[in-house]
């Protein structure tokens, strides 16, 4: 999510307009109103760029209340600003703290963001973003009820330690970005809470044949399932985990354990 200059929340992965739209520049930069709800996508069939306001109106639809919705918090966004307009929109809903807000989770690749988090919108759980299991050890273990993480971090000793460290300690881990279905398989293998993936139709599909006979799908993957990427190996691990600190750092700041 991304926070517009006449302050609409708006669901949109980039920070720049046009890779996905008919639009250009800086998403921040543009108002909603007038400006950026007249875009539309440029894959077919075109679509607007959907608001906060309208997908909590999806979410709060009879038929949907056994949806969640996992939110990226990007790190372009002041978080008191960002917080506060979250909390004006779902508590304008009736009984918000029983049918909305434990159905949202609040995603988060910086610690600058969990203490306006639990100060302004308590009411919802916190996630973790990342690709190091030593960054989300260090700064988010205690204020985070769960992990999403980069799938090849999770494969080597440490991810496998991590792992287990949040299933002894009750904290769900969730795996992206799972295109491949060896992936796929694998993440249900180690009891992934949540599987964020872009083949959605694939991975339904590939569900039914894990209900149908998972000992013939867990198969798949081979024991030798760690060796069979670079990306899975310690070394990328690590260069991923530090450029990830650094990328962030520059975005919003300096990595530190905010106040609890």
């Not at 002041?78 to 304008?92: G, N, Q």
């Not at 703290?97 to 989770?105: D, I, K, N, S, T």
Request: aromatic share 12%; glycine share 6%; charged share 25%.
């Amino acid at each position: 999510m991304h926070i517009t200059k006449d302050h609409e929340i708006v669901m949109f992965h980039d920070p720049h307009l046009d890779r996905t739209t008919n639009g250009t520049g800086r998403l921040q930069t543009h108002n909603y109103h007038g400006g950026l709800d007249q875009l539309r996508t440029n894959k077919l069939p075109a679509q607007k760029i959907p608001t906060f306001r309208e997908t909590m109106e999806l979410l709060m639809r009879t038929e949907n209340q056994h949806c969640y919705l996992n939110i990226d918090v990007k790190v372009d966004n002041e978080p008191e600003l960002l917080f506060t307009l979250i909390k004006e929109i779902i508590s304008s809903y009736d009984d918000w703290e029983a049918l909305l807000a434990p159905r949202l989770v609040l995603g988060l690749w910086h610690p600058k963001y969990l203490e306006p988090a639990k100060r302004l919108l308590p009411q919802l759980a916190r996630a973790h973003i990342g690709m190091s299991p030593g960054l989300a050890r260090k700064f988010f273990w205690e204020d985070c009820q769960s992990f999403s993480m980069n799938f090849g971090c999770l494969v080597g000793g440490d991810g496998e330690k991590f792992r287990h460290e949040c299933k002894a300690a009750g904290k769900d881990f969730f795996v992206w970005t799972v295109n491949s279905r060896r992936e796929m398989i694998k993440a249900a293998e180690w009891g992934a809470k949540v599987i964020l993936t872009d083949k959605t139709a694939d991975f339904y599909e590939l569900r039914k044949e894990m209900e149908a006979d998972w000992p013939a799908v867990s198969a798949e993957t081979g024991k030798a399932f760690g060796w069979s990427s670079i990306w899975y190996t310690g070394v990328a691990n690590y260069v991923l985990g530090a450029w990830e600190q650094m990328i962030l750092e520059k975005a919003a700041g300096t990595f530190r354990i905010t106040a609890r």
